[in-house]
């Protein structure tokens, strides 16, 4: 976990691909009570992918655990 508040979560992802977070951002959407989520991709060799969810209901973590 990289940040995290009342109302958003940013979470550094290890060893997976856009092809996930991309399917985990879209079901995130799709959640009512997220307002917004994102995913960063960063230097291939250098960072890891990282995902943001903010929501206006409820825990960050939980709509994150939801969706996976």
Avoid at 12 to 36: A, G, Q, S
Wanted: charged share 30%.
């Amino acid at each position: 976990m990289i940040s995290k508040d009342k109302q958003s979560i940013e979470v550094e992802v290890v060893r997976e691909n856009e092809t996930l977070l991309t399917i985990l951002r879209n079901k995130l959407l799709k959640d009512p009570k997220v307002v917004f989520s994102t995913y960063v991709l960063g230097h291939p060799l250098l960072e890891n992918p990282r995902i943001f969810v903010k929501v206006k209901a409820g825990k960050p973590q939980t709509a994150l655990k939801r969706a996976s």
